[in-house]
């Protein structure tokens, strides 16, 4: 099993990117979908979770406002919209499957993408 991501690369402070993550040989319908992202030198943070249906998004404070986590049952595929982009923002960026949401924590994570790199700078 894995998930493949795409998307990402290289934008200016206040650009947007959209993140995508899809799974080629399990449906994802049942499954909660994280998104998480880890700096260099920095651990691995939650950065927005949504739940199988698609009825609860949660996100990290950081981001609210700004990223918007989404989901395609029909293309078995998740989203992640990140606009007004900071250079704090810069990380590679991982999608996880998991159990169910927990905040914007996805619990009993069985799979990974990845990972994309995401890099904000002028």
């Known amino acids: 099993l894995q998930l493949v991501q795409s998307g990402g690369g290289l934008v200016q402070p206040g650009g947007s990117l959209r993140l995508s993550c899809a799974a080629s040989?399990?449906?994802?319908?049942?499954?909660?979908i994280g998104w998480f992202r880890q700096a260099p030198g920095k651990e691995r943070e939650g950065v927005a979770c949504?739940?199988?249906?698609?009825?609860?998004?949660n996100y990290v404070d950081s981001v609210k406002g700004r990223f918007t986590i989404s989901r395609d049952n029909a293309k078995n595929t998740v989203y992640l919209q990140m606009n007004s982009l900071k250079p704090e923002d810069a990380a590679i960026y991982y999608c996880g499957a998991g159990d169910y949401c927990s905040g914007y924590f996805t619990l009993g994570l069985v799979v990974w993408g990845q990972g994309t790199q995401v890099t904000v700078s002028s």
């Open positions: 040989e399990f449906t994802l319908d049942y499954y909660a």
């Open positions: 949504i739940s199988s249906t698609g009825g609860s998004t």
